[in-house]
């Protein structure tokens, strides 16, 4: 938590406010619990998207080339918290409630807004800073993919050029020591083929039904 914003531990007093109370305040510190709490931070690959997290969710990945800070009204403002949180609560929602990534992407999208409004930046300044750096899938500068990114996003998306660069990844060397090379290399191209054989296969039409003639 920058320390020039706001007090990291002193409590409430003088506000007359009780703990629970939703303030920008409190915002602010939940922020930084949830920051404090991740396990494995990895800022030496190339994201989609500026941020992932891994399959287990131990890793949140920020792209190796995305500024940790920008320049907002005087003040440099650090980057990653937030993009942390965005990736920790979307992770959660998919893992734990079994949320349909883009459905979990909106709430997560929606506690960055909040976080970046409660630290008093203008969340479009905020979010023409992230535009500008992203990499989408089929970005040339996607070179050095980690092999245990979590493709589910990609894969609700129907995106198989992210899938296919981590199985190119991993056929260079670059997988993770925690994971078996074949068979992540296997798990990857059988995703990809399925995404494919769901693409190609026609969603069956469904005509509405007629509507009994009321007598």
Same mark, same amino acid.
């Given at each position: 938590m920058p320390l020039h914003f706001c007090h990291p531990s002193a409590p409430h007093k003088g506000l007359h406010l009780p703990e629970w109370f939703v303030s920008d305040l409190m915002l602010e510190r939940a922020l930084d619990a949830v920051v404090r709490r991740v396990k494995k931070l990895d800022r030496d690959h190339d994201i989609p998207y500026l941020a992932g997290y891994s399959v287990d969710g131990a890793i949140i990945y920020i792209d190796r080339h995305m500024?940790?800070?920008?320049?907002?009204?005087?003040?440099?403002?650090?980057?990653?918290?937030?993009?942390?949180?965005?990736?920790?609560?979307?992770?959660?929602?998919?893992?734990?409630?079994?949320?349909?990534?883009?459905?979990?992407?909106?709430?997560?999208?929606? $506690?960055?807004?909040? $976080?970046?409004?409660?630290?008093?930046?203008?969340?479009? $300044?905020?979010?023409?800073?992230?535009?500008?750096?992203?990499?989408?899938?089929?970005?040339?500068r996607l070179t050095k993919v980690p092999g245990d990114l979590d493709s589910k996003p990609y894969r609700d998306e129907h995106d198989t050029e992210l899938p296919e660069r981590m199985a190119r990844a991993i056929e260079r060397g670059h997988c993770p020591s925690t994971h078996h090379p074949a068979?992540?290399?296997? $798990?990857?191209?059988?995703?990809?083929?399925?995404?494919?054989?769901?693409?190609?296969?026609?969603?069956?039409?469904?005509?509405?039904?007629?509507?009994?003639?009321?007598?």
């Open positions: 500024p940790k800070t920008f320049r907002h009204k005087g003040r440099n403002i650090e980057t990653d918290r937030f993009l942390i949180l965005h990736e920790e609560v979307e992770k959660t929602m998919i893992d734990r409630l079994n949320l349909h990534y883009l459905h979990a992407h909106q709430i997560a999208t929606r $506690a960055e807004q909040a $976080a970046v409004r409660a630290c008093g930046i203008s969340w479009r $300044a905020y979010d023409d800073f992230m535009q500008a750096h992203v990499k989408h899938s089929g970005d040339e068979k992540l290399h296997g $798990a990857i191209r059988s995703k990809v083929a399925h995404i494919k054989a769901a693409r190609e296969t026609p969603k069956p039409v469904t005509l509405p039904k007629r509507k009994a003639d009321k007598r």
